[in-house]
């Protein structure tokens, strides 16, 4: 038995995931992010003032790339860090007001894409789609 792209879970989900990243990217462009502080500013549009471990954990992401992602953020004034009151060890990550001006231009624009990416499917298909893919990634956790 050969190895068939097509039917390869993992190559379905990376194109599919590069397509969104694609699409995103040249809706979130224009307003000065990229889709690698994206995912960073949707959990600090949750709820700032995490430190960066905390950030890494809900992200599932490694240090160094975090850490490359808020000195980023940081650069281009959509952070800012402070020391963690508490403990001196600590930093957290607080945003900016132009990070919080952007949150619901840029969500709508992430909500196009959900959009039209799974505009072909019907509500209910949305939602199993949506099940099965929590399921694989709770598979790989």
């Known amino acids: 038995m050969s190895f068939s792209k097509d039917d390869s879970a993992g190559y379905l989900a990376n194109h599919l995931a590069r397509l969104f990243a ?11 992010l990229s889709t690698g ?12 003032g995490l430190t960066q471990r905390e950030l890494i954990e809900r992200l599932d992401i490694e240090q ?3 850490a490359n992602t808020l000195t980023r953020m940081e650069r281009d004034g959509l952070i800012q860090r402070r020391q963690d009151p508490t403990d001196g060890r600590a930093q957290r990550i607080w945003l ?3 990070a919080r001006a952007l949150e619901g231009v840029a969500t709508a624009a992430a909500e196009a894409v959900n959009a039209q990416a799974l505009a ?6 949305r939602v199993v789609f949506l099940g099965l893919i929590r399921k694989v990634i709770a598979g790989l956790q």
Request: charged letters at 25%; glycine letters at 8%; zero cysteines.
């Open 64 to 66: 160094p790339t975090m």
């Open 120 to 125: 072909g499917l019907a509500a209910e298909e």
């Open 96 to 98: 900016t007001e132009q």
């Open 37 to 48: 502080t994206f995912p960073a500013l949707l959990v600090l549009w949750e709820g700032d």
């Open 22 to 32: 694609r699409a995103l990217q040249a809706r979130i462009k224009p307003l000065g």
